[in-house]
């Protein structure tokens, strides 16, 4: 019998699936981009927009898959020191990995919104796409609110995944199961 999903179950499932079309979207992008930067080169007539259109689609596709990468408690995290330190810091080593990490993702949101305010005033645009450059800018303060949800739903969901627990007591696990 299959669990029955919460709602807010849905809504990291909605999340998920909006993350992963917009890099679906900005790798199909990339490539066909990069492919018609090749075809111009090798017919000698590059076409100006290119290198500006996959490096705004690179921009995107960093940000929200950084966001992305913690959603599942996927990111990088240095462990070892937790390991071989004391007691009392595996205790609070979850708590301070979601301030940092939500701090980080708040710092991101905050300087990119100012970024984009800033773009906003300004009326920056591209130079070969001609595109107002805050439609840029935006993947950023998005990425940081995307990331938040990502670690709650990594607290939430798959907490098995955050906690940091003793090694030996991990060896054991995986030994039963495997």
């Not at 930067?37 to 076409?47: A, D, E, K, L, T």
Request: charged letters at 15%.
């Amino acid at each position: 019998m299959e669990k029955k999903k919460s709602v807010i179950s849905k809504v990291f499932g909605c999340v998920n699936k909006v993350e992963n079309v917009i890099l679906a979207i900005m790798v199909v992008g990339m490539l066909v981009t990069i492919l018609l930067q090749i075809i111009g080169r090798v017919i000698g007539h590059p076409f100006p927009w290119t290198e500006e259109t996959s490096r705004y689609l690179f921009l995107w596709m960093m940000f929200v898959a950084l966001a992305s990468g913690f959603n599942q408690a996927e990111s990088s995290r240095v462990t070892l020191l937790l390991q071989v330190g004391p007691k009392w810091l595996k205790k609070f080593s979850e708590i301070l990995y979601a301030v940092i990490v939500v701090a980080f993702f708040g710092f991101m949101i905050i300087w990119g919104i100012e970024v984009v305010r800033q773009q906003i005033m300004m009326n920056e645009m591209g130079t070969a796409l001609a595109i107002p450059m805050w439609v840029i800018g935006i993947c950023q303060p998005i990425a940081g609110v995307l990331g938040i949800i990502g670690v709650a739903e990594s607290f939430l969901e798959h907490h098995e995944k955050v906690a940091i627990g003793d090694k030996e007591t991990e060896k054991q696990k995986a030994l039963e199961q495997g």
